[in-house]
């Protein structure tokens, strides 16, 4: 299993344990407002998560493409030598 397919497993079970709990707070004994509140609680903090996992993909989409430039760079110098 490569990172690609690992990071959507990740984010697809982080999206139903969200699913999960906002149901679960749905289907609980208590009053609307306090179960609103919790599920606006949750999707903030939900909402921050998915920002921390899009800042680290940019980074590594970062890290990937300066990696394969300096392969070509370094690929190119091997097959034309100055």
Same mark, same amino acid.
């Given at each position: 299993?490569?990172?690609?397919?690992?990071?959507?497993?990740?984010?697809?079970?982080?999206?139903?344990?969200?699913? *999960?709990?906002?149901?679960?707070? %749905?289907?609980?004994?208590?009053?609307?407002?306090?179960? $609103?509140?919790?599920?606006?609680? =949750? &999707? *903030?903090?939900?909402?921050?998560? %998915?920002?921390?996992?899009?800042?680290?993909f940019q980074h $590594?989409?970062?890290?990937?493409? =300066? &990696?394969?430039?300096?392969?070509?760079?370094q690929l190119e110098?091997?097959?034309?030598?100055?």
């Open positions: 299993m490569n990172r690609s397919e690992c990071g959507g497993i990740c984010v697809a079970f982080l999206c139903g344990a969200a699913i *999960g709990a906002a149901t679960a707070l %749905l289907m609980a004994p208590q009053s609307g407002e306090r179960t $609103r509140r919790q599920l606006k609680r =949750q &999707a *903030g903090q939900f909402h921050d998560y %998915l920002e921390d996992v899009r800042e680290d $590594r989409v970062h890290d990937v493409k =300066q &990696a394969t430039e300096d392969a070509v760079k110098r091997r097959i034309r030598p100055n």
